[in-house]
């Protein structure tokens, strides 16, 4: 039976950014970083009232197919709750695009605040870690970035296939990062398409590369957690970074302009931002250069999971 919210709950979900890949973890490594873009809703009496400030601002639809506002509905049917009427305001600050999983951050951030009403009207009703997890990687068709913003810190996340497509698990364990492991993110101005640079992927890898992947995905969880002086050999890849590289010629560069520095860098999620993971700063004269070359210079922190207030 649905539970009908009273109005005026009011909640605010800060949900961070994340890299997947991580070089070698296509589409299973993951890391959320300390960028941020926030969410509130109030239950009103009626009606649907959707404001983005920021990021996308110009380019997101207002109203109910905002997928914000998709993810909130669906959080509180999962939930077994209804609203009368929601008042959303989005405060975008993730760059749209980039690779930075900002529709994974909005499914997550719309998840976690219709939980967050959840907890306060029913709180035997509110979904677990499992469930955002699960509900927020059905919006996106793959757990990496969605995992890494539920669950925070560095995630492995993988599928297992259900009796039918729609019965897909998703499931992701976090890990703590080293603390010495910094990290620097170089965002171009120009955007990429998930969907094109996908695109560009062979249907089958040699069995050498493959193997290759493996080793080197492995070896990602021991750097990321252990041994952050492997994380140059830990992020190669030869399943879908030179694939790519063509369409994305000024991250193959600075990507190779950084590796070439001793910084192990790779493209961020389908580009075309740069993730360099290093034990030191970023020299002040490639950060320079960079930011020249119209590249915004991030200093950003590996961060918790989504919060909620």
Known sequence: ?????????????????????????????????????????????????????????DDVPWGPSHLVVRAIERGLEAAGLWAEGLDVVCRNV???????????????????????????????????????VQLSSEFEGH???????????AIVSWSE???EESERRYRAVR????????????????????????????????????????????????ALTERPDLLMAATEDRLHQSQRAAALPLTTRWIAKLRAAGIAATVSGAGPTVLALSTRPLPAELAAEAEQEGLRVLDLEVADGVQVH
């Open 1 to 57: 039976m649905t539970q009908t919210l009273p109005t005026g709950l009011t909640v605010t979900a800060r949900v961070p950014a994340s890299s997947a890949n991580l070089g070698p973890g296509f589409d299973s490594l993951g890391l959320a970083l300390g960028l941020y873009d926030e969410i509130t809703v109030t239950t009103t009496d009626s009606g649907l009232t959707v404001r983005v400030e920021g990021e996308g601002a």
């Open 94 to 132: 993730i760059p749209h695009s980039r690779g930075l999983g900002s529709s994974a951050s909005a499914a997550v951030g719309g998840l976690a605040a219709a939980n967050g009403l959840a907890r306060k009207a029913a709180p035997e009703l509110a979904l677990t870690d499992d469930q955002l």
């Open 143 to 153: 757990p990496d970035n969605a995992s890494a913003s539920v669950l925070g810190g």
């Open 161 to 163: 296939a259900g009796a």
């Open 175 to 222: 890990l703590s990062v080293h603390p010495d492991v910094r990290v620097v993110a170089l965002v171009p101005s120009e955007r990429s398409s998930t969907a094109l640079t996908r695109g560009l992927l062979p249907e089958t890898v040699p069995h050498r590369d493959a193997a290759f992947n493996v080793s080197r995905g492995a070896l990602a969880v021991v």
